[in-house]
């Protein structure tokens, strides 16, 4: 009888200890959710000085393009053109803080494709389309678009640069 009550005493000494571990591993394991995921854009170029833009663009509906760097060649994107873009997004401010998409994300070096540029009016807006048309290749613009011609219901500046246009 002795023996029964010291192996039960042993068995539930055992299995609280198990329990005890088994909990702290648990809860020390939720510190972090392992499906959290952040965008990196350390590798994206700070917003330029559109002070030393050497053309600026002011549309009547409150679009300004901003041309730093004209571009080499004769062929002009249009909207039907197949483009790739190094290109970073600011939303409601020009600070690293506002950045919200961007092709050097996660340390991407490539440029982004951006097939037939019209059809981005209702993804990226009116404004990115229409500030996009017209460069060429090499060329470096930043886009000012306001809330009404984009799609992200705030003042959006896009600091663009044309890789090339595919033909």
């Known amino acids: 009888?002795?023996?029964t009550i010291t192996y039960f005493?042993?068995?539930m000494h055992s299995f609280a200890i198990f329990i005890a571990v088994l909990t702290t591993i648990l809860i020390s394991g939720c510190?972090?959710?392992?499906?959290?995921?952040?965008?990196?854009?350390?590798?994206?170029?700070?917003?330029?000085?559109?002070?030393?833009?050497?053309?600026?663009i002011n549309y009547e509906d409150g679009l300004v393009v901003y041309i730093m760097d004209r571009g080499i060649g004769g062929q002009k994107v249009t909207i039907r053109d197949n483009i790739f873009l190094y290109y970073t997004t600011f939303r409601?401010?020009?600070s690293r803080d506002n950045?919200?998409?961007?092709?050097?994300?996660?340390?991407s070096q490539a440029s982004t494709q951006f097939a037939e540029i019209g059809t981005y009016q209702r993804s990226r807006g009116v404004?990115?389309?229409?500030g996009v048309l017209g460069m060429t290749e090499g060329e470096h613009r930043v886009i000012q678009a306001p809330d009404s011609l984009n799609s992200y219901g705030d003042l959006v500046y896009w600091d663009i640069m044309l890789d090339y246009i595919a033909y």
């Open 9 to 11: 005493s042993t068995t």
């Open 1 to 3: 009888m002795q023996y």
């Open 92 to 94: 409601g401010g020009t």
């Open 127 to 130: 404004g990115f389309v229409r």
């Open 31 to 56: 510190k972090e959710d392992p499906y959290y995921f952040t965008y990196d854009y350390s590798d994206a170029p700070s917003f330029p000085n559109v002070s030393e833009a050497i053309e600026i």
């Open 99 to 107: 950045i919200i998409d961007s092709s050097y994300l996660n340390g």
